[in-house]
């Protein structure tokens, strides 16, 4: 027989159950489960989207004063001001405002102008080693083609369309300089790669350790604060290329369209893993292939068989006939250029680095990465504001917090020409916005479905609650079974 608790009873246990599950177990359970939020600068990230980066080029202007007086290259400067910040200002997140100033030591700036007399074509800017010779009296007659000659001198539609082709991906399939260059990155590794197809017919004396060091290293130390590079080297062997060259009486020839097929045999090689990684690849040609020229889909014959593969690397097809060695001072001469092009340089043919090319990496880098994080904090912001109950820690919000605080500092370096300044504080930016965004403890949370917390939650409430529920529906219906019999 089972025990019956008179009503009363009931009703208090009941009541003391319910205060139990209400005042002191729900409270605890919200507690314990409560989303912890550190505060992010919502605000200034939002603002960040709204204001234009501004980048003061500077160009350094010169003059002989038996030449040209003072106040007349002054009044130059004065007038083409307008003319530089208009082409300057066209479309895009970034500002480019070339600012004229007289200097000493023309030649030694990464972009310097020279106001002369003393021209043999007037109509014509020359390129000398003391920067760009422009004649005064072409200032006086076509001051709007002086103007776009020394946009053009600074490379500012170059730069310009790197920017651009951030928000603008087309351009990646329209410009071929923009489709060659890797992406800017805060480091690279270089990947410098021997392949030998045959080692027993081709037995040649490497040499690569040794040669690499030589001449990858300066070229890496031109490089400056541009960014963390290192290098590897590694041979590679029994690699068939998939086309063979075709014979055109005395030479053969790779055809320009079979060129990226070559690159997929090698690729699956090299043990490369990061889109970081940049490889330059001299591929042994056997000597029955020699010369070897490269012919283009315009039909011409390319006696240089070397070549780029874009946001990937260079190859060169190296002649091996009659060489006991790799000869490394003419394959880094041809490799390092194509390493130029990677790095989002025009092409040259020059293994140095000029101040110019200097100059116009780290703009491009800091640039770059002043947008990449600003882009990245906002995707994080819509992020957090799309998932109520995603954890934001402490560390979280230190990150963006850095990340929008080194954004300011390299937007006010820019504005004071400060770019080596500019281009550390965007690079610290980049690196803690990227790992705010990637930190492991958001990204866990973009596989948590609610269906997920109700298979969590529902074994914990149900056996508490239902008896509740079934308690206070059966006083419920008392209560009205007594209303209608006093009734």
Same mark, same amino acid.
């Given at each position: 027989?089972?025990?019956? /608790?008179?009503?009363?009873?009931?009703?208090?246990?009941l009541?003391?159950?319910?205060?139990?599950?209400?005042?002191?177990?729900?409270?605890?359970?919200?507690?314990?489960?409560?989303?912890y939020r =550190?505060?992010?600068?919502?605000s200034?990230?939002?603002?960040? &989207?709204?204001?234009k980066s501004?980048?003061?080029i500077? @160009?350094?202007?010169?003059?002989?004063?038996?030449?040209?007086?003072?106040?007349?290259?002054e009044?130059?400067i004065?007038?083409?001001?307008?003319f530089?910040?208009?082409?300057?200002?066209?479309?895009?997140?970034?500002?480019?405002?070339?600012?004229?100033?007289?200097?000493n030591?023309?030649? *030694?700036q990464? /972009?310097?102008?020279v106001? &002369?007399?003393?021209?043999?074509?007037?109509?014509k800017?020359?390129?000398?080693?003391?920067?760009?010779?422009?004649?005064?009296?072409?200032?006086?007659?076509?001051?709007?083609?002086?103007?776009?000659d020394?946009?053009?001198?600074?490379? !500012? $539609?170059?730069?310009q369309?790197h920017?651009?082709?951030?928000?603008?991906?087309?351009?990646?399939?329209?410009l071929?300089?923009?489709?060659?260059?890797?992406?800017?990155a805060t480091?690279?590794?270089?990947?410098?790669? +021997?392949? %030998?197809?045959?080692?027993?017919?081709? %037995?040649?004396?490497?040499?690569? @350790?040794e040669?690499?060091?030589?001449?990858?290293?300066?070229?890496?130390?031109?490089l400056?604060?541009?960014?963390?590079?290192?290098?590897?080297?590694?041979?590679?062997r029994?690699?068939?290329?998939?086309?063979?060259?075709?014979?055109?009486?005395?030479?053969?020839?790779?055809?320009?369209?079979?060129?990226?097929?070559?690159?997929?045999p090698?690729?699956?090689k090299?043990?490369?893993?990061?889109?970081?990684?940049?490889?330059?690849?001299?591929?042994l040609?056997?000597?029955?292939?020699?010369?070897?020229?490269?012919?283009?889909?315009?039909?011409?014959?390319?006696?240089? $068989?070397?070549?780029?593969?874009?946001?990937?690397g260079?190859?060169?097809?190296?002649? &091996?006939?009659?060489?006991?060695?790799?000869?490394?001072?003419?394959?880094?001469? @041809?490799?390092?250029?194509? !390493?130029?092009q990677?790095?989002?340089?025009?092409?040259?043919?020059?293994?140095?680095?000029? =101040?110019?090319e200097?100059?116009?990496?780290?703009?491009?880098?800091? !640039?770059?990465?002043?947008l990449?994080?600003?882009?990245?904090?906002?995707?994080?912001?819509?992020?957090?504001?799309?998932? $109520?109950?995603?954890?934001?820690?402490?560390h979280?919000?230190?990150?963006?917090?850095?990340?929008?605080?080194?954004? %300011?500092?390299?937007?006010?370096?820019l504005?004071?020409?400060k770019?080596s300044?500019? !281009?550390?504080?965007?690079?610290?930016?980049?690196?803690?916005?990227?790992?705010?965004?990637?930190?492991?403890?958001?990204?866990?949370?973009?596989?948590?479905?609610?269906?997920q917390? /109700?298979?969590?939650?529902? $074994?914990?409430?149900?056996?508490?609650?239902?008896?509740?529920? +079934?308690?206070?529906?059966?006083?419920?219906?008392?209560?009205? *079974?007594? *209303?209608?019999?006093?009734?």
């Open positions: 027989m089972a025990l019956k /608790f008179p009503e009363s009873v009931q009703k208090i246990n009541l003391y159950y319910s205060i139990i599950v209400v005042v002191l177990g729900t409270p605890l359970w919200w507690y314990t489960t409560d989303t =550190a505060a992010l600068p919502h200034q990230i939002t603002a960040l &989207t709204e204001y501004v980048l003061n500077p @160009v350094a202007v010169c003059f002989n004063p038996s030449d040209v007086q003072r106040s007349r290259v009044q130059i004065i007038s083409l001001k307008p530089l910040l208009s082409r300057g200002s066209s479309g895009g997140r970034v500002i480019y405002d070339p600012v004229l100033s007289l200097a030591n023309c030649g *030694k990464p /972009f310097s102008v106001f &002369t007399n003393d021209v043999a074509r007037p109509s800017a020359e390129i000398s080693s003391q920067g760009l010779k422009i004649s005064v009296e072409k200032v006086d007659r076509m001051i709007a083609e002086v103007a776009e020394i946009v053009q001198y600074i490379e !500012l $539609p170059h730069l369309n920017i651009l082709a951030i928000d603008d991906p087309s351009l990646h399939s329209t071929q300089d923009i489709r060659n260059a890797m992406a800017v480091s690279y590794n270089i990947l410098v790669s +021997v392949v %030998n197809p045959d080692p027993a017919a081709i %037995n040649l004396d490497y040499n690569l @350790v040669s690499t060091k030589l001449y990858l290293e300066p070229f890496i130390a031109e400056g604060e541009l960014a963390e590079v290192t290098y590897q080297t590694q041979v590679i029994y690699v068939k290329l998939p086309h063979k060259p075709v014979k055109n009486g005395d030479f053969y020839y790779l055809s320009e369209s079979n060129l990226p097929h070559v690159i997929n090698i690729e699956s090299l043990g490369t893993s990061t889109t970081n990684d940049i490889n330059l690849i001299i591929y040609m056997e000597e029955k292939y020699s010369p070897l020229h490269i012919k283009t889909i315009g039909g011409e014959m390319k006696r240089l $068989p070397s070549f780029l593969s874009p946001q990937f260079a190859v060169l097809l190296y002649d &091996t006939s009659n060489k006991t060695s790799i000869d490394h001072s003419s394959t880094f001469s @041809v490799l390092l250029p194509q !390493l130029k990677l790095l989002g340089l025009k092409s040259s043919g020059s293994a140095g680095i000029t =101040a110019k200097k100059y116009l990496m780290e703009s491009r880098a800091t !640039l770059t990465h002043i990449r994080s600003t882009d990245t904090l906002n995707s994080l912001i819509r992020l957090v504001d799309s998932i $109520p109950n995603m954890v934001i820690g402490d979280i919000a230190e990150q963006v917090s850095s990340a929008v605080e080194g954004i %300011n500092k390299a937007q006010s370096a504005m004071e020409g770019l300044e500019a !281009l550390l504080q965007s690079s610290l930016a980049r690196n803690a916005a990227e790992k705010s965004f990637s930190d492991p403890s958001i990204l866990a949370l973009l596989y948590f479905p609610d269906d917390k /109700f298979a969590i939650y529902i $074994p914990l409430f149900l056996p508490v609650g239902l008896p509740l529920i +079934v308690a206070y529906l059966e006083i419920l219906k008392q209560w009205k *079974k007594n *209303k209608d019999k006093t009734d």
